[in-house]
């Protein structure tokens, strides 16, 4: 009796008018930045965080992760996907600056890895490449 009566009622919510859709967003005012904008480009500024074991380490940690595959162990574009027929990949850059640079956008059809690395990890994998190519004392 009571499943009949639960049937009943929910057969009776099948004529409610579907509800309105919403507005369209309203684009940002003009000159707006996202929250913690300022911060994350102070972060990624020159000359960056005090370069240590530890940074050297994550350095390590992520350019195993995310570089090697195309650039391989040693920087020198020696990787397993050239191996495999992909074209040459030309050497890292020793100068951090260059790697930030190349690590944020798409430089010569090189993957972004902005969306995939904080600030602190992206200066960990330049100064960690910095070392891997004699760039550094």
Known sequence: MKRLL????????DGWPE???PP???PPPEGAVPLGAAA???????PGPVV?????AQ?????AIYCTPCH?????GD???VSRGHPPIPPLPADPARSMEVIAGNHLGAHPMSDRLDPRQRWAVARYVERLMGGAP
């Open 72 to 76: 391989g162990p040693r920087g020198m």
């Open 6 to 13: 639960l049937l009943l009622l929910l057969a009776g919510c």
């Open 24 to 26: 369209p967003p309203v």
């Open 59 to 63: 350095g390590q940690e992520r350019y």
């Open 52 to 56: 240590d074991a530890a940074l050297l």
């Open 40 to 46: 994350r480009q102070a972060a990624l500024a020159p």
């Open 79 to 81: 990787s397993v996907v």
């Open 19 to 21: 509800s309105p859709k």
